[in-house]
């Protein structure tokens, strides 16, 4: 498998496995994803800004993340608990697998590339966030050993609980 910076070429791949996985969550009830987002502007931004990633098998895009080295402001403010560290993190968005590859263990997979890419630039902290009801996420996190560190309202003032992992 390999993990990389997505580019333009990939937006179609990449937006396919993200209305999947708006239906998987509108199905399941969970209003996340819900409203048009993430949107085609959203994925064409990650890529420009060089925050779109892609996970590949056999040259096909099979799995996709949003990885941010910047600040992000609605993490400025964290309640009912607190942040493990206060130093320069990464922040992941918009994990994505393509619904034939579920349960393969691909999240993981992303997961441990972000890992690889924070050590190489010297970062030691991972922060995400996840709608209460993604209990799928929720345990994905667990899994890899992330933190519940408490609540955090989205610039909509979306609710999220916050989760951080120390490297």
Request: charged share 25%; aromatic share 10%; net charge neutral.
């Amino acid at each position: 498998m390999e993990f990389r910076k997505s580019v333009k070429a990939d937006v179609n791949n990449i937006m396919n496995i993200i209305k999947q996985a708006q239906i998987y969550f509108k199905n399941q009830g969970i209003n996340q994803w819900q409203d048009n987002y993430p949107r085609l502007e959203t994925i064409i931004n990650d890529i420009t800004c060089n925050n779109s990633y892609v996970l590949l098998q056999d040259n096909n895009i099979i799995a996709t993340a949003a990885v941010s080295f910047d600040r992000e402001k609605t993490y400025d403010s964290i309640y009912d608990g607190e942040w493990i560290t206060n130093n320069q993190y990464v922040v992941i968005h918009r994990i994505a697998v393509d619904n034939t590859y579920k349960g393969l263990g691909l999240s993981s997979e992303i997961i441990k590339n972000v890992e690889q890419l924070c050590l190489n630039n010297d970062v030691h902290s991972i922060k995400i966030d996840t709608h209460k009801e993604n209990i799928s996420m929720q345990k994905l996190l667990k899994k890899n050993n992330f933190k519940f560190c408490g609540t955090i309202y989205l610039e909509d003032k979306s609710k999220r609980i916050a989760f951080e992992k120390t490297l």
